[in-house]
């Protein structure tokens, strides 16, 4: 009998990947965009999940507009924390495990080195701390959740959605001919969606649970990601370097917040391979999507 699984989020760019990940393994999936349920509606969770049947639910769902949050932290919240325990609540009532997906800015950005699981947490924005709120929401309400933290997603299903990706906005912005200033003072780890999901159903068939870090492998500074994504795509456009104090937001952001994936590799996951070459296999599949 096949395992079932259910996929909140499911149209967004790391949404699709689970999505395909899991079927290409096996499992009878289900997924769902806010328009099919809202989260932030505990009723509907429970309705939804109590029909499915699931074995495991992924939330890929959130609330991602940074600095948008400063204004509207509840609406942050809503979606990011309180969402989250409606999930949790409803996966203890059918005896399902959940898989929750975090991110890096629950840092504070003031250590040197790629941040490990057991690093403390000090979120520094609205965005941030509704993130936070979210992990301890599913580690309270269920005894085998799994928490995944990661970094700056990009994944071919950024093509299809609203708000897109980085590179998908690098390549805009080099595409109208203007210049482009990129912080080089802000390191994180970005991490390609195909490989995010395949690592996350590893974690899954593998009984785990706890909290994780899957990211890119490789701290680099996002003026520096900009120069590979133009390299590789071949353009050549006025790519300029600034930095946080220069190019103010109304968001905090942790200035240094690569993650790293020592202990997913010490459980045998595999590496990451390196950003160049998941870039390359971006840009593959985009000229592939866009013919």
Same mark, same amino acid.
């Given at each position: &009998?096949? @395992?079932?699984?259910?996929?909140?989020?499911?149209?967004?760019?790391?949404?699709v990947?689970?999505?395909?990940e899991? %079927?290409?393994?096996?499992?009878?999936?289900?997924?769902?965009?806010?328009?099919?349920?809202?989260?932030t509606?505990s009723?509907?969770?429970?309705?939804?999940?109590?029909?499915?049947?699931?074995?495991?639910?992924?939330? $890929?769902?959130?609330?991602?507009?940074?600095?948008?949050? +400063?204004?509207?932290?509840?609406?942050?919240?809503l979606?990011?924390?309180?969402?989250?325990?409606?999930?949790a609540?409803?996966?203890?009532?059918?005896d399902?495990?959940?898989?929750?997906?975090s991110? !890096?800015?629950?840092?504070?950005?003031?250590?040197?080195?790629? /941040?490990? +699981?057991?690093? $403390?947490?000090?979120?520094?924005?609205?965005?941030?701390v509704?993130?936070?709120?979210?992990?301890?929401?599913?580690?309270? /309400?269920?005894?085998?959740?799994?928490?995944?933290?990661?970094?700056?997603?990009?994944?071919?299903?950024?093509?299809?959605?609203? %708000?897109?990706?980085?590179?998908e906005? &690098?390549?805009?912005?080099?595409?109208?001919?203007?210049?482009?200033?990129?912080?080089? !003072?802000?390191v994180?780890?970005?991490?390609y969606?195909?490989?995010?999901a395949?690592?996350t159903?590893d974690?899954? !068939?593998?009984g785990?649970?706890?909290v994780f870090?899957?990211?890119?492998?490789?701290p680099?500074?996002?003026?520096?990601?900009?120069?590979?994504?133009?390299?590789l795509?071949?353009?050549k456009?006025l790519?300029?370097?600034?930095?946080? @104090?220069? /190019?103010?937001?109304?968001?905090?952001r942790?200035?240094?917040s690569?993650?790293?994936?020592?202990?997913?590799?010490?459980?045998?996951l595999a590496? &990451?391979?390196?950003?160049?070459?998941v870039m390359?296999a971006y840009?593959? +599949? @985009?000229?592939r999507?866009v013919?």
């Open positions: &009998m096949n @395992r079932t699984a259910v996929v909140f989020g499911a149209s967004g760019q790391l949404g990947e689970l999505v395909r899991l %079927r290409s393994r096996q499992y009878a999936v289900t997924g769902w965009g806010r328009r099919q349920v809202d989260i509606d009723a509907a969770v429970e309705r939804a999940l109590a029909s499915s049947d699931a074995d495991v639910v992924f939330n $890929a769902a959130a609330y991602n507009q940074v600095d948008v949050a +400063e204004k509207e932290p509840l609406a942050a919240f979606v990011n924390g309180l969402a989250v325990r409606n999930l609540v409803a996966c203890r009532q059918i399902a495990r959940l898989v929750h997906f991110t !890096d800015y629950v840092f504070d950005g003031r250590a040197r080195h790629p /941040y490990v +699981e057991d690093d $403390a947490t000090h979120p520094l924005g609205a965005y941030a509704s993130k936070l709120a979210g992990e301890l929401y599913a580690q309270a /309400y269920l005894d085998r959740a799994i928490v995944v933290r990661t970094s700056g997603v990009f994944g071919p299903g950024g093509l299809a959605t609203a %708000r897109g990706n980085f590179v906005l &690098m390549l805009r912005l080099a595409a109208a001919g203007q210049p482009i200033r990129v912080v080089e !003072d802000h994180a780890s970005p991490t969606a195909p490989l995010l395949e690592r159903v974690l899954v !068939d593998r785990l649970a706890g870090h899957i990211a890119g492998g490789i680099i500074s996002w003026f520096q990601f900009a120069r590979t994504i133009f390299e795509a071949d353009f456009p790519l300029l370097a600034t930095n946080e @104090r220069e /190019y103010r937001t109304p968001a905090q942790p200035r240094y690569a993650l790293s994936n020592a202990k997913i590799e010490r459980l045998g590496p &990451m391979p390196p950003l160049r070459e390359a840009l593959a +599949e @985009r000229t999507k013919q």
